[in-house]
């Protein structure tokens, strides 16, 4: 008795499965061939990030933990001449955040420095380089002006 009423409810589960949406159905059921949501619809486009205009400086992403700006600027100088080279470090560990910028004397060597270490490693991570986006300009969170006394937290 009990295993027929096992069987009904696999049954009942598998009728309720079969009506679900195929949606549903394909992202519970393991036999599923087309795996839509891990592969991009070619019919459905993102958005392209907007790309920064040319300059000097370069914003630099992927870098290792152990990078220190001595190492991120000997891997750009062999383009052309670097002006500054900067990894954005973590206050409390001192370690890189993962990026940092580099800024080169002329925009002829900046375009040599994204063409040859956009996508090659430095200290074992794949890198990426581009040309840094200008900050925004900053705006309160809660809609209140400024303090004329500085920021106190």
Not at 95 to 115: C, N, P, Q
Request: glycine share 8%; with cysteine.
């Amino acid at each position: 008795m009990a295993m027929a009423m096992r069987l009904s409810a696999i049954a009942r589960a598998a009728t309720e499965m079969a009506a679900a949406p195929v949606g549903l159905r394909r992202l519970f059921c393991s036999n599923a061939t087309n795996f839509s949501f891990l592969s991009p619809q070619a019919n459905s486009e993102t958005p392209a990030r907007p790309q920064a205009d040319p300059s000097t400086n370069l914003f630099v992403s992927g870098l290792s933990k152990r990078t220190t700006s001595e190492g991120l600027r000997t891997a750009f100088a062999q383009f052309g001449e670097v002006a500054d080279a900067k990894v954005v470090t973590d206050r409390v560990s001192g370690y890189s955040k993962g990026f940092g910028f580099v800024r080169y004397a002329t925009l002829e060597d900046s375009a040599k420095g994204i063409a040859g270490m956009d996508g090659k490693f430095l200290d074992g991570w794949v890198i990426f380089a581009e040309y840094a986006r200008p900050r925004e300009p900053y705006r309160p969170q809660n809609n209140m002006p400024p303090s004329p006394y500085g920021n106190r937290y």
